[in-house]
Structure formats: C-alpha cells, structure tokens
C-alpha cells in the first residue's frame, strides 16, 4: 500500500472502483500522510509534542504547515478553513484563500505556522451565554493536532479545513470541544492513577466512544412542501397513517436499493475522510435506519459524528431525499437517538471495562466498572440534563425511548457477581475467589443477555457502557464531557479511599476490593434490571430517591445544583461561568427550538390548513346545498358530518388564536427560567391542542385538498 501512488479522494466514484482499504483517509491529513511528507526531524518534534500534549515549536507548526498546504494544493484545496464546534450544537467555519502578496506584489500561495495553529474568526455572533462580551468579543481558533485536517470536496471547490478549539481571549472555552478534550485528561489522570495499583505500564488513558447514528429518509420533494419540516426538522401536524409500524416489518429488514445508493455514497464519503463507517441497517419504524462506526478516541468520534451528519444531509439532497436526524420527526412512530458506546482503554490498547482473563485484571475491572456506577449514581440528574433539549423531550419519558430516570443495566450474571461482593464473599479478593467469581467469561455470554434490555437508559454491554438516551441531532461531545467529568470524579474518590485503606495496614487487593464493595453499595439505587418504561419503575425510582427529570425545564435545574458545577470546576473542565454560559445557552435554544415550532405550526394553520379546510367545507356545504335545489332530500348524516367538521374547524380556529396569546404571554416574561417553562409548559400545550384538532380535520378532509403531503405519502416505502 505504502509504495502505491497516492490517492485523491475526488478520483474515487463509488465504493466498488477499489479496495476500502487502498482509499481509507486519503482526504485526511493523518499520521501516515505527515510521516511520508514531513521532514523527519519535523516529524518527530511534531510527534513528541503531540504526545506529551506540549504546544508546538513555531518551527515544527511551519514545517507542518508547509506539507499541509502543499498536500492540500496537490488535491485541489484553493481555501482554508479552521472548523470548529461552537455551543450550537452544530459546526463552524470560515474559509480563507491560500493567497498572499509576495514582496513583488505578486499573488502567491501562501499559509503559515502560525495560520495552521491559531485563527481569529472574530465569529461574535454565534452565542456565548455572556461569556464575551461584544467589546471584547475577540475569539480565537487553536488547531486540535489530535483531530487530522481533513479536505471537504464539492463540485464547487476543495476546502481544507483544520479541527480546532475556538476560545476567548482569557482562554475560555467557546465551544464543545475544549471541554471534551479537558475531560479526557482528567479521565486519563484519574485512571492512570487507580492503575498504579494494579499491574499496569499504560502511559495515557483514553475514553472510546462509538455513537450509533438513526436517522430517517423522506423524499426531498415531498419534504420541501411542508414548512415544517423544512424549518422545524420535524412534522408538526400530521394525522396517524393507517399503516404505521406496527407491523414492525422494516427491522433488520433488506434495504431499499434507493436506500442501498444513498447509504454507499455516505459510506465512500466517510471513508475518504477516516470516518470508520461499519454497520448500516433498517430499523424499527418506517424508513429509519441507522449507521454505526467503529469505536474511536472519544475527541475523534465526536469529531467524526458531526461530519458524519453533515456528510448525510449533503449526499442525501444528491440522492432527492431530506435526512431528518431529529429526534421525533413523526408522531406515532418511533423517535431517534444515539446511542454513545462509552469505555476507556490504556494507550497499551487494553479495555478496562473489559473483564479480562487474569484475576489481577478481573479486580481492575471491577474497579473500574465501580467507578462508572458511581458516576451515575452521583450525576445521574446531570447526565440527564447533558441530552436535554426540545427534541429529546418527545423521547426521553414519552414511553418508546429510554426513560429519563438514569439507571443501569447490567444483566443478571454481573448482578450476582455485585451481589457476591456486596455479602462480603469476596472480601480477601484472593486468586481463588476472584477466580471463582468466573468474570472472564461475561463478555460472551452477557452479550446476548444485556442486548434484550432495551429499556435501560445506561446499560453495560459486555465490555463498554451504552448510554442509549441521547438525542439523535445531538452533538456528543457535551454527553461525553459528563461521562468523563463525572468518571473522573468518581475515580479520584476510590483513589483516595484506596490509599486510606491501604495505609491502614490492607493489601493492595484486599483494599481495592473494600473499595470496590463500597461502591457497589453506595449505587444500588441505580442497579436496574426490570422494564424501564413501566409505571412500577417510576414510582420503584421515586422511592430509591431517583431524581426523575421529565423534561428539559426539570433537567436543566439539575444541572444548576452545586455538586453537578462542582464536578466540572474541580478539574477545570468547565469553570463557574463556563458551565453558566453552558446552561444560559441551554435555556436559549430550548425557547429558541419552541418558538420557531409554535410560528410555524401557527402560520400552517392560518394560511395553508385552515384555507384549504374551509375551501373544503364551502365545496360540501355547496354540493348538498345543490343537492336540495335539485329536491333531492340531503341524508341527515351527510349534514350531520358536515356540522361536525365545521364545528371542528372553529375549534382549530379558536385554538390557533390561544396558540398565538400563549406565545405573546411568554415571549414578555422576563427571566430565562420564566420564559423557558412558559415554552415548555403553556406554549407547548397549546400547540398540542391545536396539532390535534388539525390531525382530525385532516382526516375528513378531501385529499385533493389537503395542502401538504401527508404521513401516509411521507413514510411510504422509498
Ligand atoms: P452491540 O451489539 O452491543 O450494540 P456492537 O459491536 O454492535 O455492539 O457495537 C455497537 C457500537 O459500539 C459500535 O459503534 C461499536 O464500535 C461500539 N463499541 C464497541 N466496543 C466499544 C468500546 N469498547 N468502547 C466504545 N464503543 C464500543
Ligand atoms: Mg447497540
């Protein structure tokens, strides 16, 4: 492979012209492309700071910057974007040309050092929660080396674009990135730590993550005639089809060739850019479907997750089909979510939430899977707040998605090992009872068995955890932050306990193994087993003192909690008003997403729905109104249906004009709190009454007259 040509992305049609292998990356600028074009000693500066996270020499940022550009050139690349995550949610960038004037005042390629390493997009406008303010709304770009530059190509031009970190001008972080990256090394810290006990030569602990992407098809042109979907990625009206998913004949079920295009085209584009697209299959509603990647470094897969969902929409209007990644896009039919497959593993490559096979690695198992329990057991209200938003409020306690009270799953063979440990079996954590304990073959033969459990918001799968609750249009990045931030947490906790417990005389085994007892019984309450959607487990839940957030509003104070800021300033992951900038941004989106649903719902109703309703009823009224003059006698249930749906149509009418006060009512609030419950309390509501209402006159309404596709045409197969 080494000695091949090298191969441009943009020479590369479909998936079948050569091997994956042979073209994986070839848009990225990643190690091996750096190691062939970087001058050695350039190579090796550039390596060695990397790895001890040092900032780079100005020498070794030009001599990078130079084979960047140049490999960028050589594919095409005319500009240069540092691209980042801003605290939308979303991506950012903003492209330069590579041009400069030489001395001669001639135009010439040019990019430096110190234009690889830090931007300054000014960007004042995406928001901050009061973190800038506008007289000093300075903020800077600084090159993420550990995420690789990566070149975006379209029939309109090659962009190169470099992952950065987007800060203030006191350092603060303006993005999603720098605490994700900031919670890695306390992870790493924390774990090398606890693996001090045990024998261990790591160097770095790395958090892996591998987000499971669902997501559904519709046809472009048939989303395009509804507002709502083209401005609040979700219908907002729509009456149930009359065939939905209860067949539940899409799952696993052989993929549609137009489906099988669009989805190939995802992949190559994925692979050119590194992005390790593996599994792709139907899932359970109607034209959902889902792709999953294989397992990276947590920074690279949330790097990678956001690219990916660009990359969808992108391919998907090139194939005549809106990708709709939000979480509820049809009533009635399952919703989307990500599930985020978490773990950590040494930089030796070694799992450690995988049980292993000797009992030293069995007790570090157990160690670490402590810690993870107490982390959820502490933060479970704040993981819950980490995926709370409009969108995954239609998921998260609506009975279909995971529920929102967060608890773990994590299968009856592991319970009765916890259990084991928990009476005191173990305690001496010798060979033979770790033996004895059989740990090493879960993995195996738990697979099957935790897989069942579908209902479980945080479930353990073998050798990772699998928080399912995550929103499906979400970036991870923030999730990942409170995975990491609240392990790190807990790690330090044990550490701290376990050199107590081995200053008072304890063996290194007999004390992590009081440790780890410890924590098992301090998270029982979030041990669940059972149907996480049933009604037994919210009041089960109530009674184990769960907090049990229903809603963003409810999440939202959990995160305003001194212990759920505390877990982010202690490692300076977020400092006081990073994290209030966090939960300010919070609250805007949120009444953000609402109000732009409220107004669009509102202007469907007034100027589309409603017309076409009373054009109908004008026609009905007309027909048997001719019918009469002819002295045909009208049947009383043709006029009695007829009274109905007018009658119906005042109350859309009526509901439409509540609609509209509720929105007037909230938008003068004047705190943030206010307003936000306002949104999710009566303005939601009243668009609720009027939705319904709709859905039932669009049932009887003719369907020549209908404006708008509908559910039925919406979710046909493609
Ligand atoms: P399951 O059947 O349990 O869902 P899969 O092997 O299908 O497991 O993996 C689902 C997702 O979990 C994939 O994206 C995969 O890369 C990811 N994954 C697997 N192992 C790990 C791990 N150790 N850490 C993080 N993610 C993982
Ligand atoms: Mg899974």
Known sequence: MSNAQPIKGS???????????????????????????????????????????????????HGVAQAMKEWALEHGATHFTHWFLPMTGATAEKHDAFIAWDEAGVVIEKFSGSQLI?????????PSGGLRATFEARGYTVWDATSPAFLIESPLGTTLCIPTAFVGYHGEALDNKLPLLRSMEAVSVAALHALGHFESRASQVVPQCGPEQEYFLVDLELARQRPDLTFANRTLQGARPPKGQELEDH????????????????????????????????????????????????NLASDHNQLLMEIMKRVGERHNLAVLLHEKPFAGVNGSGKHVNWSMATDEGHNLLDPGKTPEENLQFLYFLGATLKAIHRHGGLLRASIAFAGNDHRLGANEAPPAIMSAYLGSQLNHILEAIERGDVADASEKQLLDLRLGSLPALEKDATDRNRTSPFAFTGNKFEFRAVGSSQAIAFPLTVINATVAEALDAMNLRMDEEIASGKSTR?????????AIIETRAIRFEGNGYSEEWMAEAERRGLPHARDTVAALRIWEEAKSKEVFSRSRILTAEECEARLH????????????????????????????????????????????????????????????????????????????????????????????EAYGGSVRHAQDLLRDVLDQLEKDCSAARWPIPVYRELLAPL
Do not use: W
């Open 510 to 518: 007999a004390a992590a193994m009081a440790v780890i007892r410890e």
């Open 585 to 676: 941004i919070r609250h805007e989106q949120y009444q953000k997403a609402l109000s732009i649903e409220a107004q669009v719902l509102r202007e469907m109703a007034e100027t589309l729905l409603l017309p076409a309703i009373l054009e109908d009823l004008g026609a009905r009224a007309a027909a048997l109104g001719s019918l009469s003059t002819l002295g045909i006698p009208v049947p009383a249930p043709l006029k009695a249906a007829l009274e109905t749906q007018t009658r119906l149509a005042g109350v859309a009418q009526e509901r439409l004009v509540a609609l509209k006060a509720a929105m007037v009512a909230a938008e003068a609030l004047e705190t943030h709190h206010a307003r936000t």
């Open 251 to 298: 799952y696993f079920g052989s993929i549609k060739e137009r489906v099988l295009g669009f989805m190939q085209d995802v992949e190559l584009e994925c692979f050119k850019l590194g992005i390790p697209a593996k599994t792709r299959h139907n899932e359970v509603a109607p034209n959902q479907f889902e792709l999953a990647p294989i397992y990276e470094p947590a």
């Open 11 to 61: 020479d590369i049609h479909s998936l079948d012209e050569m091997k994956v292998s042979r073209f994986f990356g070839c848009n990225t600028f990643n190690e091996r492309t750096m190691r062939e074009r970087l001058p050695r000693e350039v190579f090796k500066a550039f390596r060695h700071s990397l790895k001890r996270g040092e900032p780079l020499a100005p020498e070794t940022a």
């Open 118 to 126: 830090q931007g300054e997009p000014d960007a004042s406008s995406f």
